[in-house]
């Protein structure tokens, strides 16, 4: 974690909305301060239709240097199509930065950023 943390990340490509990709919105907690933990962590998924969402497509990668955490993420929550519920998760201190991924029905993938610090 500290290493990818503390790696360059360099020059990203600017992200390419995929049309009608599925949203991912984070409903909690809200990242506007510092996290305390343990936390309720809630992802809700948004399809467009006629599509679904596939929820065994689902990744987390983690830091610069994308380190796959989706089995982490999969031993404490249930994905499902509406989206995942953690009601108390243990996050380590420090600064975070995970990408979500997620495919529908039609193969196309919806991306979000998390940014946020842990007290």
Same mark, same amino acid.
């Given at each position: 974690?500290?290493?990818?943390?503390?790696?360059?990340?360099?020059?990203?490509?600017?992200?390419?909305?995929?049309?009608?990709?599925?949203?991912?919105?984070?409903? $909690? %907690?809200?990242?506007? /301060?510092?996290?305390?933990?343990? #936390? @309720?962590?809630? *992802?809700?998924?948004?399809?467009?239709? !006629?599509?679904?969402?596939?929820?065994?497509?689902?990744?987390?990668?983690?830091?610069?240097?994308?380190?796959?955490? $989706? %089995?982490?993420?999969? /031993?404490?929550?249930?994905?499902? #199509? @509406?989206?995942? *519920?953690?009601?108390?998760?243990?996050? !380590?201190?420090?600064?975070?930065?995970?990408?979500?991924?997620?495919?529908?029905?039609?193969?196309?993938?919806?991306?979000?950023?998390?940014?946020?610090?842990?007290?």
């Amino acid at each position: 974690m500290q290493k990818s943390n503390a790696a360059d990340t360099g020059l990203r490509p600017r992200v390419v909305l995929i049309k009608d990709a599925p949203v991912i919105e984070l409903v $909690t %907690p809200k990242l506007s /301060g510092e996290v305390n933990s343990p #936390t @309720a962590i809630e *992802l809700k998924f948004t399809p467009t239709a !006629p599509s679904t969402i596939k929820p065994e497509s689902f990744k987390a990668l983690y830091g610069t240097f994308q380190i796959d955490i $989706t %089995p982490r993420i999969l /031993g404490v929550a249930k994905v499902t #199509t @509406a989206g995942i *519920l953690v009601k108390e998760a243990n996050l !380590p201190k420090g600064k975070h930065r995970i990408q979500l991924l997620l495919q529908d029905s039609e193969g196309r993938t919806g991306s979000q950023w998390m940014e946020f610090r842990v007290n």
